[in-house]
C-alpha cells in the first residue's frame, strides 16, 4: 500500500445540494508519467457519467482512483459523505473499508471466482465482508442474478457461462452490496460482438433505476443515448464536460474534434450512425 493520508468526514446524505461523488485535483503519475493532472469532477446522484477519449488519456486509472485500486499522488476523493485526502502519510485499512463501501467496479475481465458458482460470486462479500446469514445472502443473490437475466444459472460456473453471462454476474455482484456509485471499466471490451447488447442493455437497465454511475466505454451508442454527461479526457485532464448533444454534436475543444474525426466520422454524422 502506497503511503497516503486519510481523513474521513462524518457520512451525509447526498442531496440535490450535495454531489454524491466529488473529486479535487486529483494527480497521478507513473514514474515521469503524469497519468492523472489535477482532475476535478463533482458527480449528483442517478447521473451516468461516461468517460470517452484515446487510449491513455488516464480513463482506467481515474476509474481506479476513485476506490483506491490506484492510490493517486494527490488529491481529495469523496463518495457518499466519505472523504479520503491523498497527501503523504498513511492510509488505515477501516478508511480504506468505508471509502470502498460507498462503490463497486464491474471490470473488463469479469474477475470471477472459477472455482465458484454464479451465485456464489455474487453473494461472497455479503456473507464474509457484510455478514449476511447465507438464506438472507442467498435470496438477495437470486433475486439480483434474475434482475440480470440468469436466474437459471445460478449454479453454473465461470466456465460453464459465455462471456457477456460472465460480465453479467459481475453486474450482479456489484449490485450486491447496495453501493452508492457503480464504476464500470469498459465492462464490454473483452466480449465477443454477439454478447455486447446484452450487458449493455443491463446496464441500460440499471441506469433506469437512478442509479449513479462511473463508466469508461467506447460504445458510443451507449454513451450517445444513456449518459447524462460525457467527459472526453486527453493527457490526465478533463477536456470536455457536457451532455451527449454537446459533445458529440459541437464539441469546444479542437483535440476532441480531431479524436472524432480519426475514429472515421463526422461530429455531425455520430447521432445519425449511432
Known sequence: ???????????????????????????????????????????????????????????????????????????????????????????????????????????????????????ENVTLALRVVHGQGADEARERGLALLDRVGLADKADRYPSQLSGGQEQRVGIARALAVDPSVVLFDEPTSALDPEWVGEVLSVMRDIASTGMTMIVVSHEMRFVRNVASRVLFLDGGKILEDGTPDQVFGAPAHERTRKFFSQAHLAVDEWGANL
Not at 5 to 14: D, I, M, Y
Not at 36 to 52: A, H, M, P, Q
Not at 92 to 113: D, E, G, T
Request: positive net charge; charged residues 20%; contains cysteine.
Open 1 to 119: 500500500m502506497s503511503n497516503q493520508t486519510v481523513e474521513e468526514s462524518a457520512p451525509q446524505v447526498a442531496t440535490e445540494e450535495t454531489p454524491i461523488l466529488k473529486v479535487e485535483g486529483l494527480k497521478k503519475s507513473f514514474g515521469q508519467v503524469r497519468v492523472l493532472d489535477g482532475i476535478n469532477l463533482s458527480v449528483n446522484r442517478g447521473e451516468v457519467i461516461t468517460l470517452i477519449g484515446p487510449s491513455g488519456a488516464g480513463k482506467t486509472t481515474f476509474l481506479r482512483t476513485l476506490n483506491w485500486l490506484e492510490a493517486p499522488d494527490e488529491g481529495t476523493i469523496t463518495i457518499d459523505g466519505a472523504t479520503i485526502h491523498a497527501n503523504g502519510g498513511k492510509i488505515s485499512r477501516q478508511c480504506l473499508s468505508l471509502l470502498r463501501s460507498k462503490s463497486a467496479m464491474v471490470f473488463q475481465r469479469y474477475a470471477l471466482f472459477r472455482n465458484k458458482t454464479a451465485l
